[in-house]
């Protein structure tokens, strides 16, 4: 494992962190421990510090609260002093461990992990590390496991209490999984290990759960929506203002979904776009911008029921609503085109290497991308689609309306 000193021992906050992660149990190796006789300061939760045995002359700090806002500033306070922080088994699945180096940056935290939580589901399951996806809950809301509905798919849920199994199992139930099995791994690594299986329709789990548990998922019910772009439109919630399920496959197929990067939807109606977006990587951003009120509500609904919470939606009326939104890698503008200063505003705000896509069905709106495909190039679309429909006691095509597509890719 890489060691670190810093940078300049002499600069306030500028010393090594190092995290231990800890079993339930609170047993360490003699590394561990030694590293632990030598800290000057260790900080932790309450029931970790508990775990230790004393140390003359060694100061020791609960974790601060709000964490993000004061534990930078305290370890800037602490200076070149030896700094251990104790985290629950691999302090990088989602833990302190993470959340230091992104505050301070990898060079000065220096990780010795134990056995996960995670890895002991695992085992207790035997469930192989490939055959299930992972996901946190703590302090995050729950609808995000409906993004993960798909039968015969198993989930490891990292609970953020004891309420979490009851609030899983009600999802479930309501999104037509309730013959999923829910199994409530409770105090893993300790002698209070328990473990208890139920129907997630059947709403609780028998007796009381444990506050420290993972629970692990087998989904059962039907395939209603997969990852890929282009979902049915009755997926969404709207009031005709969506774009169609057609028209989204191809916009995103260019918008190029990725890992961390971030979306504007702009004019977004029901949100479609910037939901399935999301949906296409768990790290994936973005943000929805709405001036009609009612619309907005909705698309948060949307992004509830489809499994991705986090979409941020602004209500109010672009170019003006963009304005202090952080600059996104791609934009979609399903409406507005027309609108001053639109399509300058996207064009300006994208990163270099950013995807641009506008749509439009109107006259005013096509004669707009046709300007801006010969200032800036890219590709100009015209897209048909045509559905087949009763015609009397026959069946002929019923065309929707022509959509006249820009793409376009920032240098």
Known sequence: ?????????????????????????????SSELALLAEADVVIGARRHLDLLPPVEGQQRELLPSPLRQNLQPRLEE???????????G???????GSTLIELLGADRVVVRPAVSSIALARAQMRWAAESCAVLTLVGRDPALVLRELAPG?????????ETTPGVVAGLLATAGYGASTLTVLGDLG???ESLTSFRADSGLPPGPVPRLNIV????????????SAGLPDGAFEHDGQLT????????????????????WDVGAGAGSVGIEWLRAHPTARAVAVERDSQRAARISRNAHALGVPGLGVVTGRAPDALTDLPDPDAIFVGGGATVPGVLEACTAALRGGGRLVVHGVTLETEQALARAYAEHGGELTRIHVEQAAPIGGFTGWAPARAVTQWSWRKS
């Open 78 to 88: 602490l200076g070149d002093r030896r700094v251990v922080v104790l985290a629950s």
């Open 153 to 161: 798919h198993r989930l490891l849920l990292l609970s953020s209490d």
């Open 216 to 227: 692990a998922v087998e989904l059962d019910g039907p395939l209603h929506v997969g990852w």
């Open 244 to 263: 169609k399920r057609d028209l989204r496959a191809s916009a995103l197929s260019r918008l190029l979904p990725a890992p961390g990067q971030l979306l």
């Open 1 to 29: 494992m890489r060691s670190c000193t810093g940078d300049d021992p002499s600069r306030p906050g500028s010393g090594p962190v190092t995290v231990i992660g800890l079993s339930a149990d609170g047993r360490l190796a």
């Open 90 to 96: 691999d302090p990088l699945v989602s833990g302190i």
């Open 190 to 192: 300790t002698e209070r």
